[in-house]
């Protein structure tokens, strides 16, 4: 698993508590800066940055994105003590332009909505379904999808407007508002808080999340037969068994082929199988 940099305003602060306890939950090695102190080179051997409530500080954002730039993905949340946003590492980085507001209803949230179906979002619901991520209404600021450069993939939004992203994927190699292609990959999750806790799902998302920012993509392909040997058009189910999550899901050509690009972590491995829902529950393991 990860070895994770989490740098907070105030490590005291329940946030950045209960983060760094569902961190490690998930089998992550994690360590704590508080922003006003924290420097690049502390961040760099680090394979992942959390940013949890960290300040709203100009100086301090330079630290993270400067161990961005190094290379270091960046799972990235709002700050501490405001509601009102400038400077945030990823807004350093280029990827969010403006500035991020609270609007009416902000702190008063417990749920996401998804808007895209992808090894993130697989098993935890569909486009379009409300899906809770606080164990109670708690603070989330989402932001304006037209705030993000082109190339970001907007994978959940706020619970009432479809069109303010509150996980939000910036693949490497994305162009910021610089003309620059990122180091590393990103991601803007301003439910990164926790003060009240992470639901099932919020925690199955987030390790999903890791997986993607730090992991691999490989390919995986085949062909599915039948008991007779002959091709078959079934469901076709990629589990990582790092994690035992499924990480894709397809249906297989009138050829019986298939193929998926998936993320896994570093090393792993994946188990693909095929499902009949008619005859058989799994007729192919490979």
């Known amino acids: 698993m ?29 360590t704590i800066y508080e922003s006003h102190s924290v420097v690049t080179s502390q961040l760099v051997g680090f394979d992942l940055i959390a940013w949890c409530r960290g300040a709203e500080s100009a100086s301090a954002s330079k630290q993270v994105a400067d161990a961005v730039r190094a290379g270091v993905p960046l799972m990235c949340g709002t700050a501490g003590g405001t509601t009102v946003f400038n400077d945030l590492p990823i807004q350093k980085l280029g990827i969010i332009s403006g500035t991020i507001s609270q609007l009416s209803g902000d702190p008063s949230k417990e749920s996401v909505k998804i808007m895209m179906n992808n090894n993130i979002t ?20 989402g932001v304006s ?30 162009t910021n508002n610089l ?22 799902n919020a925690k199955l998302m987030i390790q999903r999340l ?35 999550y499924v990480v894709g899901v397809t249906t297989s050509d009138i050829d019986g082929s298939y193929s998926m690009s998936l993320v896994i972590a570093v ?7 095929c499902v009949d ?6 007729i192919y393991v490979g």
Request: avoid cysteine; proline fraction near 4%; charged fraction near 10%.
């Open 145 to 174: 999808n037209s705030q993000f450069v082109q190339g970001v993939e907007f994978i959940t939004a706020d619970q009432v407007d479809d069109t303010r992203s509150t996980l939000a994927m910036v693949p490497k190699g994305t």
């Open 210 to 244: 890791i997986t993607r920012l730090i992991g691999e993509v490989k390919v995986v392909s085949g062909v599915v037969t039948d008991s007779n040997g002959l091709p078959a058009q079934l469901t076709v189910i990629a589990v990582d068994l790092t994690s035992n």
């Open 2 to 30: 990860a070895n994770i940099a989490l740098v907070t305003l105030a490590q005291s602060h329940s946030a950045p508590t209960n983060t760094k306890a569902i961190l490690i939950e998930l089998g992550h090695s994690v």
């Open 122 to 141: 697989t098993g935890v619901g569909n486009v379009g379904d409300l899906v809770s991520v606080y164990n109670s209404n708690t603070y989330m600021i």
């Open 267 to 273: 090393g792993g491995s994946i188990a693909v199988l």
């Open 179 to 200: 003309g620059e292609p990122t180091a590393a990959s990103m991601a803007f999750i301003p439910w990164l808080y926790g003060v009240q806790g992470y639901t099932t």
């Open 277 to 282: 829902e008619k005859n058989n529950p799994l």
